[in-house]
């Protein structure tokens, strides 16, 4: 099994913990005896989670932070480290999307995603594996996407961000073997969190484009990557038919599906 047992020293991180699969996998990690220190820009929101999980016999510290300010991020483990606690697990769930084509948007807004999705997975990967390696111990999750599977004309640059974060956790699978830590990919597919209402499209929309069997509940998918991580697997994909869509993704040739998705996406409708 990849996840250590709770102690109170030891500590789970979870980035984007304010709303939605971040604020399940919070539970989800407390549910099993799991400590958490829980990261967000919205501190607010943060603390009624705190709150929620300490009535519940649950240990959780708040630690505000934009992760897309790279100053912020360089000090966040050593903010873990003056709460006394070790970080045996690091969730990088915390993300955002921007929508429609590339020709039409906003250069700043596109950069702020990147920084958020790609830049901090990587950052914060880079400061935690480090002491997790030497202490043989420990399990990074990484949220991607099924979208990871494939080109998401209307989301390209989301698209090609979560494409980022399932291939550097392979990657992470094959240089972490022996050490005693793991690394898992979670790739969700369509999910009701709010997440594309903040991007952009409307929930209706989103429904219209994907059928109804393919939603996922944040609660399964928490469970579904936690899981995941306790197994050391390499990606977990919550649903049957998001891990079925997800192989004939990587199977069907780009030149048939790109037309097909850039004519159902909602980012691309006039």
């Known amino acids: 099994m990849s996840l250590t047992t709770p102690a109170a020293d030891r500590t789970a991180l979870v980035t984007g913990a304010s709303s939605g699969i971040g604020t399940a996998l919070s539970r989800e990690l407390s549910r099993r005896g799991h400590q958490v220190v829980l990261v967000a820009r919205r501190a607010e929101k943060l603390e009624e989670l705190a709150t929620e999980l300490?009535?519940?016999?649950?240990?959780?510290?708040?630690?505000?932070?934009?992760?897309?300010?790279?100053?912020?991020?360089?000090?966040?483990l050593d903010r873990v480290g003056e709460l006394g606690l070790t970080l045996d697990i690091l969730v990088n769930n915390a993300g955002l999307s921007t929508l429609g084509p590339v020709a039409s948007s906003d250069p700043d807004?596109?950069?702020?995603?990147?920084?958020?999705?790609v830049t901090a997975v990587a950052d914060l990967c880079s400061r935690a594996l480090p002491g997790m390696v030497q202490r043989r111990r420990g399990a990074i999750l990484n949220v991607a996407s099924t979208g990871a599977f494939q080109p998401l004309p209307g989301q390209a640059g989301y698209g090609a961000c979560k494409?980022?974060?399932l291939s550097y956790t392979e990657s992470l699978t094959?240089?972490?073997?022996?050490?005693?830590?793991?690394?898992?990919?979670?790739?969700?597919?369509?999910?009701?969190t709010g997440f594309g209402e903040t991007a952009g499209f409307a929930k209706e929309d989103a429904e219209a484009a994907l059928p109804s069997f393919m939603w996922e509940?944040?609660?399964?998918v928490a469970k579904t990557g936690i899981d995941g991580l306790d197994k050391g697997q390499m990606v977990a994909i919550p649903g049957f038919a998001n891990r079925?869509?997800?192989?004939?993704?990587?199977?069907?040739?780009?030149?048939?599906?790109?037309p097909v998705l850039a004519?159902?996406?909602p980012g691309l409708r006039t």
């Open 54 to 76: 300490r009535a519940a016999g649950g240990r959780a510290h708040v630690l505000g932070a934009d992760l897309s300010d790279r100053s912020a991020r360089a000090t966040l």
């Open 109 to 117: 807004a596109e950069m702020n995603m990147i920084e958020v999705d």
């Open 163 to 165: 494409a980022f974060v």
């Open 174 to 192: 094959g240089e972490l073997k022996g050490t005693g830590v793991t690394a898992t990919a979670l790739c969700p597919g369509p999910v009701d």
């Open 217 to 220: 509940s944040p609660e399964s």
């Open 244 to 258: 079925a869509a997800s192989v004939f993704a990587r199977l069907a040739p780009n030149r048939f599906l790109v």
């Open 263 to 265: 004519s159902r996406h």
